[in-house]
């Protein structure tokens, strides 16, 4: 039997007419389930224990819905299959996961000054927190949201120097705007910000855009969406690593898989765990009802 945990709240709450096609789906080929919200599901691993006829799960929402997934719960102690289904305005991780539909994914830990937090997709140190937090704020969610509030940033901050110490090689990096340690491909609903990315390893691709003006950093986001922008060699430094810091010159916002953390002016990141995922595909389902 499938558990189907869905985040009413996602999508700004319009997550409700997607959570019923998936129903209608299941219903349609007599697939056994259960529908709980993930604000009725206190914890989830209990609720497990006392369901032990629950095989499989389909947890349906956003980047971050699949976020608070993999901060609330103990995944080591879930033994059911877990399906990850879209469902929200962001799914940049769902992009990735897509390519392997059955992955075993590295989950990352970013320490920072002001908390620590789990990631899957990816983090980042300045202007897309920035940019995370005015979305995260708008009222007015759409699909020019996270578009308008990119420009809203780019008026707004102001580039800095960091340092970036990737397994212990320090670099130093001028007039800032981007600094994204990813473990999958996109971010921001599909740039192609780091291409070579691969969940399943134990290390991160790190994108830093750098030597911009405000100008060049609208063209250079432009370019992104291909991923192009990794032959920009003068602006766009690309590393791989799997323990990293980043330092910033002040307090900043800091966004991992979306949700953001202010006053943020140091992260370590590490990978700190692994877990299967699978990318549910109608079409599976259905061949196998065929069979």
Known sequence: M??????????NKKSKKTTI????????????????????????????????????ILYLGGDGSINYLINSVELSKIKQNIYLGKSGSGNDFLRTLKKYKTAEITIGEAKTNNGTTRFINGCGLGFDGLVCHYVNNDKKKGKLTYFLNVFKSIIKYKPVEIEVIVDDKPYQFKKVFISAVQNGVFFGGGMKATPKADPTDNQYEICIAHNLSKLTL?????????????????????????????????????????????????????????????AFNKKDFKNKSAK
């Open 21 to 56: 096609k998936y129903v209608n789906f299941f219903k349609k080929n007599n697939i056994p389930f259960r529908l709980r919200s993930t604000l009725k599901i206190d914890n989830l691993n209990a609720f497990l224990e006392k369901n032990n006829q629950i095989t499989d």
């Open 218 to 278: 609208q063209l250079l986001l432009l370019s992104i969406y291909p991923g192009w922008h990794t032959k920009i060699k003068r602006k766009v430094t690309m590393l791989k690593g799997q323990n990293i810091r980043i330092n910033h010159p002040s307090d900043t916002y800091f966004q991992a898989d979306g949700e953001v953390l202010s006053n943020v002016s140091t992260i370590d990141i590490k990978p700190v765990e692994k877990r299967v995922f699978i």
């Open 2 to 11: 499938f558990l189907i945990v869905h985040n009413p709240l996602s999508s």
